[in-house]
């Protein structure tokens, strides 16, 4: 069974950086995309980043400029470092992998979430 587990949120002050990551654990045979999404209070889900199997990555124009993706292909991790963070970037941000199993079933896993918090 395939896992992602989410790890690196907590509290910052506006201005600051955090760095997180997903670990995706279990019997595949490959991970293609690799994405971050966000829930912040009082809203819907929304994407903020990609990175595919080929580590071409794009991101939402709210944070273009300000958060990275990347991934260890070797760990089976990916990466979202955030800088200059605004309190609008509060929010439970999830990680999302397109992954084939040994059974050569592709599909979407999701990890659990971690809370970023952005206040004074």
């Known amino acids: 069974q395939v896992q992602l587990v989410e790890s690196g949120g907590g509290l910052v002050q506006p201005g600051g950086s955090l760095r997180l990551s997903c670990a995706a654990s279990?019997?595949?045979?490959?991970?293609?995309?690799m994405c971050w999404y966000r829930r912040a209070p009082g809203k819907e889900r929304e994407f903020v980043a990609i990175i595919t199997g080929g580590s071409s990555t794009n991101y939402a124009d709210s944070v273009k400029g300000r958060f990275t993706i990347s991934r260890d292909n070797a760990k089976n991790t990916v990466y979202l470092q955030m800088n200059s963070l605004k309190p609008e970037d509060t929010a439970v941000y999830y990680c999302k992998a397109d992954i084939l199993d040994y059974g050569w079933r592709r599909q979407d896993y999701w990890g659990q979430g971690t809370q970023v918090t952005v206040s004074s």
């Open positions: 279990g019997n595949m045979l490959s991970i293609n995309d």
